[in-house]
């Protein structure tokens, strides 16, 4: 009996050393410091940038743990030549031609890479800024700065988070490249066939693209598209630049190789913003394209021709 009582003993003076241990390691989890760069599962941190002007965005330098930290952590980061082509090859594999691309050294500054998480601070968080000058870039292409941290002055450095891919995103007063804008669009279509004119009405989910500080792209009439497949032959072919002008007129331009011709002047083609702060785009245009024509009074015989289409519409942004 005796025998048993000391083994009974024995196992639970170990199951209190086990369980001191566990506690232990625990709390030596939830108190270490760790240096990490914000970012998604993906590696990257989108900014949106204004375009027409220059503007800051900021990477995010944090610290994990329950308690705040004790002592300042200064922490230098450096340019990363390895983390853009393994973002690439995970998310687009073979597909270059929807690579991510290094943004232009012409286009940033990085002030200083360097930045201190201060002990006095109630911040878990410091940030080095990046300014950026998005003119001149595509709504089509993605953008970014691979960037890593390149030293630590205290603590450790999360491994998984040592790297982020600063995205640039491109925004206007009229759309984002945050998230897909788009504009409800209704209106008359007008088709020229050969074998007479036909009008139909219209109703189309359209995106708009920013593409400068008052320009957005759309494709004319019905032609529509997902920004994640859309190819650079349907943009060259079907694009048009709407140039939102002071005086609420929008002039309306081709963006590729589109044939088009805006009908009338600024009572036809103009913006407004109704009650509910919605830009609303009122727009008159024809454009050439190749369409499939039915003959209703000649059994239905289809064939396929080259028209003008006119087009007379109005474009309410969804919000």
């Known amino acids: 009996m005796k025998k048993i ?55 995010s330098v944090c610290c994990g743990g329950t308690e705040h930290i004790k002592q300042d952590v200064t922490i ?5 030549d390895q983390i853009l082509a393994q973002y690439n090859k995970i998310n687009f594999d073979i597909e270059e031609s929807k690579y991510a691309k290094e943004l232009d050294p012409s286009k940033y500054n990085i ?16 940030l080095i800024p990046i300014i950026v000058n998005p003119d001149g870039l595509s709504p089509d292409s993605i953008y970014m700065i691979p960037l890593r941290i390149k030293s630590i002055s205290n603590y450790e450095i999360n491994p998984d988070k040592q790297q982020v891919l600063y995205q ?21 279509e007008i088709r020229h066939t050969t074998i007479g004119d036909k009008a139909s009405g219209t109703n189309v ?29 349907e943009i060259d072919k079907y694009a048009m630049i709407l140039t939102i002008n002071d005086d609420y007129s929008i002039t309306i331009t081709p963006y590729g190789s589109l044939q088009m011709e805006m009908i ?23 454009y050439f394209d190749n369409i499939t024509v039915t003959d209703t009074n000649n059994n239905n015989n289809t064939w396929t021709e080259d028209c003008w289409i006119t087009m007379e519409e109005k474009s309410v942004q969804s919000l």
């Open 111 to 126: 002030p200083t890479y360097q930045t201190v998480l201060k002990a006095d601070s109630e911040d878990n968080y410091a």
């Open 264 to 286: 009338g002047g600024a009572e036809d083609n103009y913006w407004t913003i109704d009650k509910k702060g919605r830009y609303v785009f009122n727009l008159h245009y024809k």
């Open 205 to 233: 989910s359209r995106v708009v693209a920013p593409i400068s500080k008052n320009q957005v792209r759309v494709l004319a009439g019905t032609h529509t598209y997902s920004p994640t497949n859309v190819t650079k032959e």
């Open 76 to 80: 230098e980061l450096e340019p990363d």
């Open 168 to 188: 640039v995103v491109l925004k206007n007063e009229y759309a984002t490249m945050e998230s897909t804008t788009y504009y409800q669009t209704s209106g008359t």
């Open 5 to 59: 009582l000391n083994i009974g003993l024995l196992l639970l003076t170990l199951a209190g050393i086990t369980g001191c241990n566990e506690d232990e390691q625990f709390e030596g989890e939830l108190y270490k410091k760790i240096i990490y760069l914000l970012s998604d599962d993906n590696m990257a941190f989108q900014s949106a940038h204004e375009l027409g002007k220059e503007s800051t965005g900021y990477v």
